[in-house]
């Protein structure tokens, strides 16, 4: 890890948040797969237009690692602090968790900020897996066999789909949180310790989301901050991944707990030693590897 982010000191690049939105996004897209593993070939790589509820067509990816079914279906939301990330920056990690786990993943685009403020990103998430949910055999997926996943502000939407889930009464059999956000403000032990990075620091974290919500209470609700739902009873079991040297790892734990304290089956793995955005990095950290396998094993247990 250390040597990682001292290549990525020595490379001089401007910080994500000294640049424009479209800037930072085509920053983040040319080192996306830099430190990933080769891109595993599938059988079978789609396209999709999902419908969001105001009209809009999202764009997603499917990948299946067989051309039979039905398969169980991830529902999968990128990180990138609501204002960048993509299908394509996420699209290495997509498809080991398909190869690995044997399900179907269904990458979704959801809109990005400061174009779309808090919360299209929830609304886009739950408008994908509401319309999964209902024409998942025309895929050929398993709507019995539905989980959400996604990782950082991705890891938010997966959670934020859970509890919606929970509350339309459609069962899902876990959520995949990969270092995700959950707390209001960032005033965590962790954010105050890795306030200067590596990788993702504070002022990185209040650029994102000074792009994203339109109001401090945007902050409070729920959706942008799951550690403020009222109740959490009854959502799906979930598998949380945290990176150790991360400054999201405490609301990463304090998510978890409050998952364990309403009765939910929660998987906890912390992985030492390494920053945010760990597990797009298999090329150069064992541990990213590790963390892939142990995702889709999570997801074989609960789908099989």
Not at 98 to 116: F, I, K, T, W
Not at 219 to 244: I, K, M, S, Y
Request: net charge negative; glycine share 8%.
């Amino acid at each position: 890890m250390r040597s990682v982010i001292d290549r990525m000191e020595r490379a001089g690049r401007a910080p994500l948040h000294s640049l424009p939105p479209a800037a930072a996004r085509k920053a983040y897209a040319l080192g996306a797969d830099v430190l990933e593993i080769p891109r595993p070939a599938l059988p079978r790589v789609e396209d999709l237009t999902l419908p969001a509820r105001d009209g809009h067509g999202l764009p997603a990816r499917l990948y299946a690692p067989q051309t039979g079914g039905p398969l169980p279906l991830l529902l999968y939301t990128h990180g990138g602090g609501f204002t960048i990330g993509s299908i394509e920056t996420h699209d290495t990690l997509c498809r080991e968790l398909a190869r690995q786990a044997g399900c179907m993943v269904v990458s979704l685009d959801y809109r990005l900020a400061p174009e779309h403020k808090f919360p299209t990103a929830a609304n886009d998430a739950w408008d994908a897996l509401a319309w999964l949910a209902g024409n998942a055999a025309t895929l050929g997926a398993d709507p019995a066999r539905l989980a959400v996943g996604g990782d950082s502000a991705g890891g938010t939407l997966a959670a934020v789909n859970a509890i919606l889930a929970r509350d339309a009464g459609l069962p899902l059999a876990l959520q995949l949180l990969i270092y995700p956000g959950t707390t209001a403000h960032q005033d965590t032990p962790s954010h105050r310790r890795f306030a200067d990075g590596p990788v993702l620091g504070e002022a990185s974290i209040s650029w994102f989301f000074a792009q994203y919500v339109r109001s401090r209470a945007d902050r409070d609700d729920w959706r942008f901050a799951p550690l403020n739902a009222d109740d959490v009873e009854g959502v799906a079991p979930a598998w949380v991944g945290l990176a150790e040297c991360d400054p999201l790892v405490d609301e990463g734990s304090a998510y978890a707990d409050k998952l364990r304290a309403a009765g939910v089956p929660v998987d906890l793995e912390i992985y030492r030693g390494v920053t945010h955005e760990f597990i797009k990095m298999g090329r150069a950290i064992p541990e990213a590897r590790t963390a892939q396998a142990d995702a889709a094993r999570a997801l074989r247990t609960a789908f099989f």
